[in-house]
């Protein structure tokens, strides 16, 4: 069960597509490239995020038993509790309410 407000909103970025990822965020003028951060081979994407990026592979593994996925497998075999620790795991998602906004947006 979710059980905080920080749970529930990157529950609903996750599941929308609108998260504070570089692919998003480019699209809102918030950063200036759409490339991960974490990998730089590809751009930023929710699915890039979940399933495929190199840089959370070993965190992909412990909270889902693969290495590499897609978003449409996670989504259909996992609870979006699972998906959230996920992301909490990561930090990627992290709300800086200072900021008023993600932390380390780049």
């Known amino acids: ?52 990026c190199p840089f959370y592979a070993a965190t992909r593994f412990e909270a889902f038993g693969e290495y590499y996925s897609n978003m449409t497998h996670i989504f259909k075999n996992h609870t979006i509790l699972r998906i959230v620790n996920y992301a909490n795991k990561t930090g990627r998602l992290k709300y800086d309410s200072t900021k008023g906004g993600m932390d380390g947006v780049t």
């Open 1 to 52: 069960m979710l059980n905080n407000r920080n749970d529930y909103r990157i529950a609903i970025q996750l599941i929308t597509g609108q998260a504070g990822l570089n692919y998003h965020l480019y699209k809102i003028h918030q950063t200036n490239t759409k490339t991960c951060p974490k990998c730089e081979l590809e751009e930023e994407t929710v699915e890039h995020f979940l399933g495929r």
